[in-house]
């Protein structure tokens, strides 16, 4: 296990004042879920860490609130709080729905949101659900506060355009109206504690004629960073969600997955396993049945 200094801040301040002292040596921990494991194996993405700095302890920064037609949630909120949670069961099922299916129940007891989102993985289960609503990050540091969308954050895999001593605090996006469906899809080596093989996020809103007025598609670990596919969503805009309409934007996702990631050794059965979960994904979010 690679050596390492243990900090434990009083305050968030604290905390900021730390990062800026160490720089590149230090790191934060929140559940520590993906940080010790890299500790334990000495994974060379912390080659040069010396100083972990445990923000585990700090108060106020575990919560969900409504704020007017907002939700904000503290990035110390377990993936087990998420899915728990009715406020986000009601205005943003996916993302409970997402959290539910990160790893098990001992990894989304320690497991956060703010950690989630930093660590990058592009398999990351609440990333394409944070996409699809359209949330924003706080980040906090000894140079002051700013505000990002979460596909902003991401430069890549497991790299994020996070300042050097910047922390997250919290993300924030609107309720999702009454009008909206959304759906989480996840495939996984198996059905419980696996990472995702391919994961996907939908929102749908459609008119009171049931035509889509607005679709957001995120797939994730199909493309480099967790990011919209535009030209599936065009396609489902001003016409009403039907199988055939679904099928087609899942090959679009499929097609697009390949001109962005390539052909590789698993393209052969991602391929058409995205293409399935997107329809899937689409008819659920639109409260469409396979067989109309
Ligand atoms: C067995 C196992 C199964 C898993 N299964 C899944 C899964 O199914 N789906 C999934 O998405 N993930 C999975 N994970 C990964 C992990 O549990 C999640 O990514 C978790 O949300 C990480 O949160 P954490 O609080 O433990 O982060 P930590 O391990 O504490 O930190 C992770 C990274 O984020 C940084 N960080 C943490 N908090 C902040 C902050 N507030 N601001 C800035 N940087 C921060 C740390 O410096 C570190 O680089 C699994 C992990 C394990 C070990």
Redesign the pocket.
Known sequence: MQAFNYHRPGSLMEACRLLAQYGPAA???????????ALREENRRLAGVSEIID?GYLGGMNYIREEGDTISIG?LTT?TDIAASPLLQKYAPLLAMAAA???SPQ?RN???M???L??A?P????VPAFIALEARVNLVSSQGERQVPVQDLLAGPYRTT?AAGE??TAITFKKLPPSAGSAFLKLGRRKA????RLNIAVVIDRDAAGRVTAARIVPGAALPVASRVPPAEALLLGNMVSPELARQAGEMVGQEMVRLSGVRWSTEYKLPVIAVLTRRAILQAAGVREDE
């Open positions: 790191r934060v921990m929140a559940g520590g879920t993906d940080l010790v494991v923000l990035a993936h299916q990160v790893g990894i320690r497991g956060t703010g950690g989630n930093a660590n993985s398999a990351a289960d609440t996070l922390i997250i504690l696996s990472i995702a």
